[in-house]
């Protein structure tokens, strides 16, 4: 019969566009690469689609493009939020599961999936400190983002337990590319050349901190 279901019939009919949209800070990431490949091959399996749209890490474009994508009639949407306010969401959450990732929601209850920045970054300094490293150095890329700014403080808080001083020229932040991590690492050497102890770092400065030891 070449019979080819209608997705805007099925929109109608269960008031919902069969897709889970997917707002992160960065496609290129590795990890919200992988998350978006997840999810897609699990709508797959119910029949459904995914729309992934990328907030390039603005907190001014989170609202419009977020926005953009609810109108859509969705069946759900996962988000990495990059603002400090989602109060915009509540609105929303009454008419589409909305779920966080990565980053909790602020300003509007919602169900999130979130690490333990703090503690991750504490455990990964005190096991440097406790092999004999006394100048860690902190890598990330901005204290404006949620994930990083605990990462910092889990990293200062191990080092104050310690009774270590915080030096301000290790502590390295804007890398947010593979050319500003470079020129990060390039500095943090200079304060420290013969101390491999490396620091506790975000994942987006693994790639320039290879390059670090490789050299």
Do not use: C
């Not at 707002?23 to 990890?31: E, G, I, T």
């Not at 983002?145 to 502590?171: C, F, K, M, W």
């Not at 943090?188 to 400065?205: S, T």
């Amino acid at each position: 019969l070449n019979y080819v279901p209608n997705a805007l019939a099925t929109t109608f009919r269960a008031g919902r566009y069969p897709a889970i949209g997917i707002a992160v800070p960065d496609l290129v990431d590795p990890f919200f690469a992988a998350l978006a490949k997840a999810v897609g091959q699990l709508a797959a399996q119910h029949n459904m689609s995914i729309l992934v749209t990328n907030l390039d890490d603005d907190p001014e474009r989170e609202q419009p493009i977020v926005e953009a994508l609810l109108r859509q009639s969705l069946s759900g949407l996962i988000i990495a939020p990059i603002s400090h306010d989602q109060a915009y969401l509540a609105a929303w959450t009454s008419r589409t599961p909305i779920v966080f990732v990565d980053r909790a929601p602020t300003k509007v209850p919602a169900d999130h999936f979130v690490e333990d920045d703090h503690g991750g970054a504490y455990t990964a300094t005190e096991h440097l400190i406790n092999h004999g490293h006394e100048r860690i150095a902190f890598l990330g890329d901005s204290l404006d983002i949620p994930t990083t700014r605990n990462r910092y403080h889990g990293y200062s808080d191990a080092l104050r337990h310690h009774q270590l001083p915080s030096h301000n020229e290790l502590v390295a932040l804007g890398a947010q590319n593979a050319d500003a991590q470079t020129v990060i690492i390039a500095k943090l050497a200079k304060h420290q050349p013969h101390d491999p102890a490396g620091g506790q770092i975000d994942r987006i400065g693994l790639a320039a901190v290879q390059r670090y030891f490789k050299d």
